[in-house]
Nanobody
């Protein structure tokens, strides 16, 4: 069983930065692929970024490539999403996800956090 708790969201002006954190419980964190998804009002949940169990080969949605960076610290059971050059279109609830078999761009994972709001004002 893995529990995920997101933090670091909030309100920021366009062009600003935020760093989201996702703290995971459970001894098997280091063997799980981790990722971030987001859901804006009236829209479906969409993929943002994911990273493999060893931190290799992170991959991103085209809409955030070059602006967002995903990373993980297996010693602290935490995954991060550094978000730079934020745009109003990035406004959404951001969800941390974990899966022992990997994450794809479809919003499917064995474990989800409760979500955290990110609001980017213009």
């Amino acid at each position: 069983q893995v529990q995920l708790v997101e933090s670091g969201g909030g309100l920021v002006q366009a062009g600003g930065s935020l760093r989201l954190s996702c703290a995971a419980s459970g001894r098997t964190f280091s063997s799980y692929a981790m990722g971030w998804f987001r859901q804006a009002p009236g829209k479906e949940r969409e993929f943002v970024a994911a990273i493999s169990w060893n931190g290799a080969s992170p991959y991103y949605a085209d809409s955030v490539k070059g602006r967002f960076t995903i990373s993980r610290d297996n010693a602290d059971n935490t995954v991060y999403l550094q978000m730079n050059s934020l745009k109003p279109d990035d406004t959404a609830v951001y969800y941390c996800a974990a899966d022992p078999y990997g994450l794809e761009t479809t919003p499917r994972a064995d474990y989800w956090g409760q979500g955290i709001q990110v609001t980017v004002s213009s």
